[in-house]
């Protein structure tokens, strides 16, 4: 069996998260939070499949009071899984959402310091301080509500909404996102409210393992066990994002890390429960072929033999297997035999998640939310149709501005909600078209593709 890290236990409404017990699993609707009917009827298709908590985003009070009948509804119709409420930008929606969820997720980078906006700010250690004693008390304020209303937390840092504060100190770093998170761990390890979690989530998995690992060792420094929930952020659809998903988590799952997890895909959330389950059900069989691998690596290669039948349950196993031996620079070629047949395309798209070879088109997507004002899935399709050919390009297709234009840093090129049919365009960091009408916008993404390709390397 493999061995997981101890952790202490949090409390989710009647669901225990960590310690002993079993790895959880979950997502996040998609729909509207103000839509009632709908956000039940999606809560349902979830727990149908295996869900065990459910989130929905609450960007605004109507939305975090509308939770109350979701989860009456629910209820009614005997469905006790936990609800958990997604928080940006807004302390006050974190208040109101603690009255009525189970669970409340909020973000250290927008919670009480303003929107990224990717601008070096200088701090005396006394103005930085000052910001830390803003901090304290607003978030007392939210501990408070909690405690009363004996509601848990989840500190959710995004590595693409890290505030402008944390960046101009530490960087866009590990560190500086370990940090981000501690800063608020500290204050509830002080004021002894234990029913906490914590996740570090990045689109890019070598940054997610990388600095998940560097928050549990800080936490061992400073006597903190809090369970840890596990994702990679915007990791996409189809084979690339089960495969770039179970990377990530994979590679901290087998050394014993992680109490929740959530594979986030652009597709109906529903749809996420089976892979994670899969993924869950096969960290045993992948830390000993991941220590067999390790024992296989001859000049520079790791070598990895399956005998799956399951097609979408051999990229979950291969790269959970190699992960971590990827991420780490232990090896940096692979070679694959599924029954004694060589799955060269599976070895390459697992090294283009772990960041190592880039054989084809990235995309960088998200699963989207109830802040998602546009088609999603039907966006991504209509973009992949036409820019699939353009290897080692990078594609960010973003539902809104939460994690946007933090997540696709890295990207070549950006597709942002920006309102209600409106989108924004972005080449790198910079915004080079807003606010254009839905209807146009796939379009004149393309034809900026195409008048930089001169450009291009």
Known sequence: MSIRRISSVAHVGPLAIGGQNPIRIQSMATVDTNDTAGCVAQAKRIIDAGGELVRFTTQGKREALNMQHIS????ADGYQQPLVADVHFNAEVADVAAQFCEKVRINPGNYVDPARTFKHLE?????????????????????????????????????????????????DTPAGIVESCMEF?????????????????????????????LLVQQMDREDMHYPLHLGVTEAGEGEDGRIKSAVGIGALLTEGIGDTIRVSLSEEPECEIPVA????????????????????????????????????????????????????????????FNNEQEETALADAILQAARIKFTKTEYISCPGCGRTLYNLQSTIARIKAATSHLVGLKIGIMGCIVNGPGEM?????????????KISLYRGKE???????????VEKLLLLIEQDKPTMK
């Open 72 to 75: 009456a509804q629910l209820k």
């Open 123 to 171: 701090y005396t250690d006394e103005e930085y301080q000052a910001e830390l004693q803003r901090l304290d008390e607003r978030l007392l304020r939210f501990i408070n509500i909690c405690k009363e209303h004996h509601t848990a937390v989840r500190i959710g840092v995004n590595h693409g909404s890290l505030s402008d504060r944390i960046m101009s100190r530490y960087g």
């Open 185 to 213: 761990l500290r204050i509830f390890k002080r004021e002894h409210f234990n029913d906490v979690i914590i996740s570090i989530k990045a689109s890019n998995t070598v940054v997610m393992v990388q600095s998940v690992r």
């Open 277 to 336: 389950r899969k993924i869950v059900d096969s960290i045993d069989e992948c830390v000993a072929l991941k220590a067999e691998v390790a024992r296989s690596i001859t000049d520079d290669t790791a070598m990895l033999r399956l005998h799956e039948s399951d097609r979408e349950l051999l990229q979950l196993k291969a790269a959970m297997a190699v992960g971590s031996l990827l991420i780490d620079r232990r090896a940096t070629k692979l070679i694959i």
């Open 409 to 421: 840093a890295d990207a070549d090129y950006g597709y942002v909600g920006a309102g209600r049919g």
């Open 431 to 441: 915004c080079v078209q807003k606010n254009i009408p839905e209807a146009e916008a």
